[in-house]
């Protein structure tokens, strides 16, 4: 099931949260959204779950506008702060969760065991939800999210405050469930992002300021080539001047606490490869290594945030 948004806001007061953000997410796509804190990333989530409404804009969901209750049924939502009831045991809890769904009653028990198994909950699921960890507490908001068969999950920050091991297993549920579902989860943790998502969204101070692949994103941001070289044959600083003579390369930067390595610049898309080694031929400079290096996701949000 597919999402829209056109043109969306959202403010609180003086402070506009969301500032008219349209964007598209495909049935069956795994979408991250990103953005520093107060960006204007849980509203967001929160308009398209309808549980607060826009002050302008509209949503579509499978092609309907985003205004009956009836919709809700379709979309499963994990918070950010995982609501619980800590005294409940973990099998009450989501026979609790497909109640308030509307679940048929017959059919209750044998969907919180599914959920148990699909969400890797049956070691722990004689105990209290008190009594879990970190890691299996987002579990058990996973299978409250999911025990209706919703065709879209909103995830808000679904893998904060789990060690490694966690984030994996939690992030393998995640690209399992993406498989048949439309998601959208907010996090973080960039590397999370490139491991799971299939597109990204990045969102600043409320508006949308890019929207695609990490490998496109790469592409429409600094756009200068970055390369790690080594060479000898002259002085360090020598070789850092000639460099800097070849139009090509914006700059060229010592490697610290690596002798005779530099790492070069290029000018936006200028590519310096050739032109580096034609100018150790030309200089009887020993070209050792040539490294090209893309550009991080670390890069391309701070480039895209710090404004």
Known sequence: MDIKIENLSKSYGSQKAVNGISFEVNSGEIVGLLGPNGAGKTTTMKMITQFIHPDEGKIWIGGKQNNDPAIRRNVGYLPEHNPLYDEMLVPDYLDFCATLQGLDKSSIAKRTREMIKICGLDPEKHKKISELSKGYRQRVGLAQAI?????????DEPTTGLDPNQIVEIRALIKHLGKEKTVILSTHILPEVEATCDRILIINKGNLVADGTVETLRKQTTGKQI?????EGADSFRIMETLRNIPSIYSVDRIRDKENYFEILSNPGEFSNKNIYRHCVDNNYDLLELIPFETKLEDIFRDLTIK
């Open 147 to 155: 025990i209706h068969d919703p065709k879209i999950l909103i995830l």
């Open 227 to 231: 390369l790690q070289v080594k060479i």
